[in-house]
């Protein structure tokens, strides 16, 4: 049997790619995919948080978990718009994050929870490993540049040492990406292709054959 690695809230399947690379069956959930497709290993599931829940055969299987909660209402970078949300705004985006918090310990694998520097430190703890991208820009040349991520980690995870390019990272990247509106937001909060390459190296890498024999 396979393994499955599980990403909440991953809408480009940019996460998964290491993964399914390697032969695990990789299941996306988010409630803006157009519907349930599939391509290769990774199967993209159109689903609400709130309501989704994995099917008997994908957790008795599932060695990996990661969620990448929406930032919008809870990074520190947006505080000066806190007000004017509300609190219904806050309430919510706390809502997925307690979600993906209580995913990560029911599956009982090796998980992460992503999120850039924000308010959630206050509300439950604080994260175990912060990163940029150019920490492990080695692994993904084109992603040598800063933006300060945090982690909140359990399960055994293991993070991966650091693999940086030579030379000074490059700054405002994610600041001064183009685009509007959910376009952009959806591309600012893509998770770095180098960083989840380094985490599958460092948790799965050596026992994946005997995990999928």
Known sequence: MKPVAIFLYELSGRSAEPFAAAGWDCYCIDIQHPGNTSKG???FIKADARRWKPTRDMVERCRFFAAFPPCDDLAASGSRWFKGKGLHALSDAIEL?????????????????ENPRSTISTYWRKPDHTFDPCDYSRLAPSEHYTKKTCLWTGGGFVMPPKVPLPGPPAVNVIRDMKGKGRDRANARSVTPTG??????NANF?????????
Not at 195 to 200: D, G, L
């Open 41 to 43: 290993n990774i199967h």
């Open 97 to 113: 994050f307690a979600i993906a918090a209580e995913w990560a310990e029911f599956f009982e694998a090796p998980y992460l929870i």
């Open 195 to 200: 960083f989840m390459r380094a985490v599958f």
């Open 205 to 213: 890498a050596a026992p994946v054959m005997q995990v999928a024999a």
